[in-house]
């Protein structure tokens, strides 16, 4: 029935292609976008478009960033002692909207699952070790998802990056705050207590 | 954070205006597309601004097409005798994915809503009461939605038809395909029962 109105199904297909999007939802995506004002679709349209116009990594820390380096990178007044190894550029935001950490970042692009072919040649590792030879960094606080891959690729930095002298961190484990414990699942719990301080 | 990344944040802001899409899933969309070839996020781009720039609402039906009259209007093997008013597009998409009407179709866009402000001025019904004007059409099919302002639109219509000698019909209530008896709530099952048909 679509196939009448090209241009609205093939908005419809490109629109299904988003992660979570299904034909039903990018149907009625598709509607909303058409009920809008032009001017609004094109808003929609220029920021897809100057999204991958403008935007690169960036050549120190590879996070995401117009302008290189990065601010991040550039800043003055964060401290170069300090290293945060993150997955993605979306861990990082989230390390940066805690406002808990004023180091450096290094963002990998993945983490490692042989499952999935990624090996450490597919990540910003070599990259990473390169910057570690500055002699500048003097802790790495390995802040990899507590996922199976997470944790193995912040075991493989590790075991690659104390052979340089320098101090290895993880993110402590416990109880997410506003948790109830009842609900907190059995291995949190456990590497919780494991790591319970004197208060 | 992402203040500092202008053209990402701009695209986040424009997919959370699209309906059901918040503040994270916009974020999620923008990373994916980030992560995607520039083609495929410009083949995105291009069909946005297409459907815009192509799609207009056909001067017949009122239904979305790209030539005017749309293809169902101007299709000859379809019944000038029977026209099926729908409320949207969408709709009018869903019966002919049924395969079940060969008449003709009228857009309404909206069903009658005092306490939104949607009057008989707002929807395409002085144009539906045009089309009936030149005799050849001898059954109206109400397929508003089954919702408190889709019967009251129904009802409306109906009382505007029933005096020029057109007979007009509903869409059958009743029992979807498909459900347990047990789970259907009790208009729909006491509308059944009342539409009850023998065997």
Redesign the interface.
């Known amino acids: 029935?679509?196939n009448?109105?090209?241009?609205?199904a093939?908005?419809v297909?490109?629109?299904g292609?988003?992660?979570?999007i299904g034909q039903k939802?990018a149907?009625?995506?598709?509607?909303?976008?058409?009920r809008q004002p032009?001017s609004?679709?094109?808003?929609?349209?220029?920021?897809?478009?100057?999204?991958?116009?403008?935007?690169r990594f960036c050549s120190r820390c590879f996070h995401?960033?117009?302008s290189d380096p990065?601010?991040?990178c550039s800043n003055p007044g964060r401290d170069d002692a300090l290293l945060c190894v993150v997955e993605?550029?979306?861990d990082l935001?989230a390390i940066?909207?805690s406002r808990s950490f004023r180091g450096r970042y290094h963002v990998l692009h993945g983490a490692l699952s042989p499952l999935d072919g990624v090996g450490p040649d597919d990540l910003k590792i070599r990259e990473l070790l390169l910057r570690l030879k500055d002699h500048q960094v003097t802790e790495v606080l390995l802040a990899t998802n507590f996922t199976v891959e997470g944790e193995a690729t912040a075991l493989y930095l590790a075991r690659l990056i104390h052979p340089l002298g320098i101090r290895v961190t993880r993110l402590a484990y416990g109880i997410p705050m506003g948790s109830d414990l009842e609900f907190v699942d059995e291995v949190t719990v456990n590497r919780a207590v494991e790591g319970r301080r004197d208060l």
């Open positions: 029935m679509l009448s109105i090209p241009s609205f093939r908005l297909t490109e629109l292609k988003l992660p979570g939802t149907t009625r995506l598709a509607f909303f976008i058409l032009a609004e679709a094109e808003a929609l349209a220029e920021a897809i478009r100057g999204l991958k116009e403008k935007i995401i960033t117009e990065c601010p991040l993605e550029p979306q935001i940066e909207r």
